[in-house]
C-alpha cells in the first residue's frame, strides 16, 4: 500500500492504460523499437517497458520516461501525478 492509501504503483499503472487505450494498440516491441529509432540509440527494450507495465523491474531514467511520454504524445508529469488520469 502506497503511502496515500492506494494499492498499486502510478506509473504502471497509467503506462497500462496507455498500452490498453491508444489505438492502434501496440506491443512493447512496437514502443521500445520506435523509442529506440527516434532516438537513433538504444533507450529502453521491450522488455523493460513489460517490467514497468506490470510494476515490476528497476524505475525507468528520466530519458526513458521522457522517451516514453513523448512516443505515448503525453507530459512527463502524467506519470508522476497522483491525480486521475
Avoid at 496515500?4 to 523499437?33: I, K, M, Q, W
Amino acid at each position: 500500500m502506497t503511502s496515500d492509501g492506494s494499492t498499486g504503483n502510478v506509473l504502471a499503472d497509467r503506462l497500462s492504460h496507455l498500452f490498453e487505450t491508444v489505438h492502434p494498440p501496440y506491443t512493447a516491441r512496437e514502443v521500445a523499437d520506435a523509442i529506440n529509432a527516434q532516438a537513433g540509440a538504444e533507450i529502453i527494450s521491450a522488455a523493460q517497458l513489460a517490467q514497468l507495465q506490470i510494476g515490476q523491474g528497476s524505475g525507468p531514467s528520466h530519458s526513458q520516461l521522457l522517451a516514453i511520454a513523448r512516443f505515448f504524445g503525453m507530459d512527463i508529469g502524467y506519470f508522476c501525478n497522483k491525480a486521475a488520469p
